[in-house]
């Protein structure tokens, strides 16, 4: 009856879902709580405190680089795109809006996804309160989503709840430069193969050019790591000059990959190229791809310049290093999110060890779903198996046999689907069934979602 839904919807709004961090994960939480007609409150420290890597006083900042990656359904961060733009995903929403040109990548306007990000939120009705919480409330449900950047105090003061020792790994920046500083009669725009606009400026190095830069960059001066230097970094976003520091060869095969890339100016191929990708919607910005630094910021000045169509180069935004939080997932969250034996208590985000703007959004959604239902006396919920979101849960809940449980980012290698009749299936032909198989398993399992 009308009048018995009515007083339901009324006695469910005078609950209410609280979520610490206004990171990725946290705002998407949010959100899914205020979309399934919930009261939510976020707390968000900024900007009465800023961590050492954060700048902006919006939500979802996006502190290493500006894009969200590939939107083609042949890479698996695409895939899990489309999984929770079936969910109804705000974030990214708020990312085509502020999208920046970067052929097939989805990138941003930093600051423009955080207004709409923000803007949204407010738009759902839910209560931001621009205060650290450093103590757990005694409220239920409540989500954990303070980020990789977690203070030590309050991870201290969760106690054992998120485990007596939490893990660290190190991530670090790329730099962001002026565009009006960057030399044109050098650098080119292009995409590689000419695939989509092109979009990225190119630097191109030629052998001797390459290696020069090489030497420069090993023999540069590194921020020190202090008492943290037996941390490891992710191998997802390793430093420049670590990557150099494996070979000679290992920048050219890597991030200054040259393949697909022809100078226009001799019409071949360059020993090895840097590439930028626009950083805000205005193309004053852009950052320097794949060139994460720990570089002091006189050596970032310096050993940059070297690169062709860089030596005048203006910086906006130096490359940092900083130390990033995770908690021991396996040990401590279901494949719901919940912590186990604490009940009404979530995590999201990269606290839970998915390593990505994307993945840490997923878990957003997920945790801010079984919060609602939570609330709404439903059935807890994890993703339907054969979708990158069922692999990327299953590695929190299970992680990895026999090994030390590590970050993880979306993969074709954690999706576990069923191949039709037995058939054997490789390559694109394999990732394009899987893709399709994932795609239809969240439609299903979203539609008896929204009606159960």
Same mark, same amino acid.
């Given at each position: 009856?009308l009048? &018995?839904?009515?007083?339901?919807?009324?006695?469910?709004?005078? +609950?209410?879902?609280?979520?610490? *961090? $206004?990171? #990725? %994960?946290?705002?998407?939480?949010?959100?899914?709580?205020?979309?399934?007609?919930?009261?939510?409150?976020l707390?968000?420290?900024?900007?009465?405190?800023?961590?050492?890597?954060?700048?902006m006083?919006?939500?979802?900042?996006?502190?290493?680089?500006?894009?969200?990656?590939?939107?083609?359904?042949?890479?698996?961060?695409?895939?899990?795109?489309?999984?929770?733009?079936?969910?109804?995903?705000?974030?990214?929403?708020?990312?085509?809006?502020?999208?920046v040109?970067?052929?097939?990548?989805?990138?941003?306007?930093?600051?423009?996804?955080?207004?709409?990000v923000?803007?949204?939120?407010?738009?759902?009705?839910v209560?931001?309160?621009?205060?650290?919480?450093?103590?757990?409330?005694?409220?239920?449900? &409540?989500?954990?989503?303070?980020?990789?950047?977690?203070?030590? +105090?309050?991870?201290?003061?969760? *106690? $054992?709840? #998120? %485990?007596?020792?939490?893990?660290?790994?190190?991530?670090?920046?790329?730099?962001?430069?002026y565009?009006?500083?960057?030399?044109?009669?050098?650098?080119?725009?292009?995409?590689?193969?000419?695939?989509?606009?092109?979009?990225?400026?190119?630097?191109?190095?030629?052998?001797?050019?390459?290696?020069?830069?090489?030497?420069?960059?090993?023999?540069?001066?590194?921020?020190?790591?202090?008492?943290?230097?037996?941390?490891?970094?992710?191998?997802?976003?390793?430093?420049?000059?670590?990557?150099?520091?494996?070979?000679?060869?290992?920048?050219?095969?890597?991030?200054?990959?040259?393949?697909?890339?022809?100078?226009?100016?001799?019409?071949?191929?360059?020993?090895?190229?840097l590439?930028l990708?626009?950083?805000?919607?205005?193309?004053?910005?852009?950052?320097?791809?794949?060139?994460?630094?720990?570089?002091?910021?006189?050596?970032?000045?310096?050993?940059?310049?070297?690169?062709?169509?860089?030596?005048?180069?203006?910086?906006?935004?130096?490359?940092?290093?900083?130390?990033?939080?995770?908690?021991?997932?396996?040990?401590?969250?279901?494949?719901?999110?919940?912590?186990?034996?604490?009940?009404?208590?979530?995590?999201?985000?990269?606290?839970?060890g998915?390593?990505?703007?994307?993945?840490s959004?997923?878990?957003?959604?997920?945790?801010?779903?079984?919060?609602?239902?939570?609330?709404?006396?439903?059935?807890?919920?994890?993703?339907?198996?054969?979708?990158?979101?069922?692999?990327?849960?299953?590695?929190?809940?299970?992680?990895?046999?026999?090994?030390?449980?590590?970050?993880?980012?979306?993969?074709?290698?954690?999706?576990?689907?069923?191949?039709?009749?037995?058939?054997?299936?490789?390559?694109?032909?394999?990732?394009?069934?899987?893709?399709?198989?994932?795609?239809?398993?969240?439609?299903?399992?979203?539609?008896?979602?929204?009606?159960?």
């Open positions: 009856m009048w &018995v839904k009515l007083l339901r919807s009324i006695i469910y709004r005078m +609950k209410e879902i609280i979520v610490i *961090g $206004g990171g #990725l %994960g946290g705002c998407e939480a949010a959100a899914m709580g205020a979309r399934l007609g919930l009261k939510v409150k707390y968000e420290m900024k900007p009465e405190r800023f961590s050492p890597a954060h700048t006083e919006g939500l979802a900042e996006l502190v290493c680089s500006n894009s969200l990656k590939s939107e083609s359904l042949e890479n698996a961060q695409g895939v899990l795109k489309q999984e929770m733009s079936i969910m109804g995903s705000v974030l990214l929403s708020a990312a085509e809006g502020a999208r040109p970067a052929g097939k990548a989805l990138a941003v306007d930093r600051e423009e996804f955080s207004r709409l923000t803007n949204k939120l407010v738009e759902l009705g209560e931001i309160i621009r205060s650290e919480m450093v103590e757990l409330p005694p409220e239920r449900p &409540v989500i954990i989503a303070t980020g990789p950047l977690s203070s030590d +105090k309050l991870m201290q003061n969760f *106690g $054992g709840l #998120l %485990g007596e020792e939490n893990m660290f790994f190190y991530d670090a920046t790329s730099p962001i430069v565009k009006d500083s960057i030399d044109f009669d050098v650098a080119y725009m292009a995409a590689r193969y000419d695939k989509g606009g092109a979009d990225y400026v190119n630097c191109p190095m030629n052998k001797e050019e390459y290696e020069n830069f090489h030497r420069e960059i090993i023999a540069s001066e590194k921020t020190p790591l202090r008492e943290f230097e037996k941390i490891p970094y992710f191998e997802g976003c390793m430093p420049v000059e670590e990557i150099a520091s494996r070979g000679v060869d290992t920048l050219a095969f890597g991030p200054m990959r040259p393949v697909g890339l022809i100078d226009p100016k001799t019409g071949k191929r360059p020993h090895a190229v590439q990708r626009q950083e805000n919607k205005e193309g004053t910005l852009f950052n320097l791809v794949g060139f994460q630094t720990r570089l002091t910021h006189t050596e970032q000045k310096r050993v940059f310049s070297l690169i062709p169509g860089l030596s005048h180069v203006r910086f906006a935004r130096f490359g940092n290093i900083h130390r990033n939080t995770y908690i021991n997932s396996p040990e401590l969250l279901d494949d719901t999110l919940e912590l186990k034996g604490e009940k009404g208590v979530f995590v999201a985000g990269q606290l839970t998915v390593e990505g703007y994307i993945e959004a997923y878990t957003g959604l997920l945790a801010g779903l079984n919060a609602a239902r939570m609330v709404l006396g439903k059935e807890f919920l994890s993703p339907p198996p054969g979708s990158m979101g069922a692999g990327l849960i299953k590695h929190l809940h299970e992680g990895g046999a026999g090994k030390k449980f590590m970050p993880m980012n979306a993969n074709f290698g954690i999706l576990e689907t069923p191949l039709p009749g037995g058939k054997r299936l490789r390559g694109k032909e394999k990732k394009a069934f899987q893709a399709e198989f994932a795609t239809r398993a969240t439609k299903e399992w979203w539609q008896n979602t929204l009606e159960s």
